[in-house]
């Protein structure tokens, strides 16, 4: 089993739809979380960490259940310009462990 | 600001050909990493170097090897290319810090072994 787990999607939406994406890890040790987004033969850019309490940033909410171990993305009212790979990724004692990525596509 | 600066961007190696991907960043960060890039598998690490002067395996080391020369710079090298070996690779860096912290990555180097 993978250390982190992301349905590689695609993901195809019409600009305006909300789309969320799931992580799921399998280390319970893991400290701390992220989404990363790669854009199309770009390096990956940190997009926003992941916070226990849930936190947003514009059109973007992240929410992290440890519980279950797993991290959920939500992006509202998509955009042409979100196309892009989305990475989670997990912090496990400074090791940085990264799921393969979702795919999305918003067409117009 | 450069950031994380990776050289070449791009290159072809004959099955056997040895050479050195360079790597270096302007933002005093202790650790960097070197990953590779494959369709489907995400980003796995190469190996790692928590300081100047540590170096340390990742989850694919196999056929690479490295050198941290000093804290700006952390070169990888693959003595006898492969086909297998045939990727994108991507040096990165960031503050020692087990809490984590956010991990700046190069531009990516497009590796094609024939």
């Known amino acids: 089993r993978k250390e982190v787990e992301q349905d590689p999607g695609p993901f195809n939406v019409p600009e305006g739809a909300t789309v969320a994406f799931n992580c799921t890890y399998s280390n319970s040790a893991s400290q701390s979380f992220f989404w990363y987004r790669q854009d199309c033969r770009k390096e990956p850019k940190l997009l926003m960490s992941v916070y226990s309490s849930g936190n947003e940033d514009g059109r973007f909410t992240a929410q992290l259940n440890r519980a279950s171990q797993y991290i959920s993305l939500l992006i509202r009212d998509s955009k042409l310009s979100d196309s892009a790979t989305y990475l989670c990724?997990?912090?496990?004692?400074?090791?940085?462990?990264f799921g393969a990525g979702t795919r999305l596509t918003v067409k117009p | 600001n450069a950031g994380v600066t990776q050289t070449p961007k791009f290159q072809v190696l004959k099955t056997g050909q040895s050479m050195t991907l360079q790597c270096a960043q302007d933002m005093n960060h202790n650790s960097m990493y070197w990953y590779r890039q494959d369709p489907g598998m995400g980003l796995r690490l190469i190996y790692y170097?928590?300081?100047?002067?540590?170096?340390d395996k990742g989850e694919v080391p196999n056929g690479y090897n490295v050198s941290r020369l000093n804290k700006r710079e952390f070169s990888l090298r693959l003595e006898s290319a492969a086909p297998s070996q045939t990727s994108v690779y991507f040096c990165a860096s960031k503050v020692l810090d087990v809490a984590g912290n956010t991990i700046y990555f190069g531009e990516g180097s497009w590796l094609t072994v024939v």
């Open positions: 170097s928590a300081s100047e002067g540590t170096t």
């Open positions: 990724v997990v912090n496990i004692s400074g090791d940085m462990r």
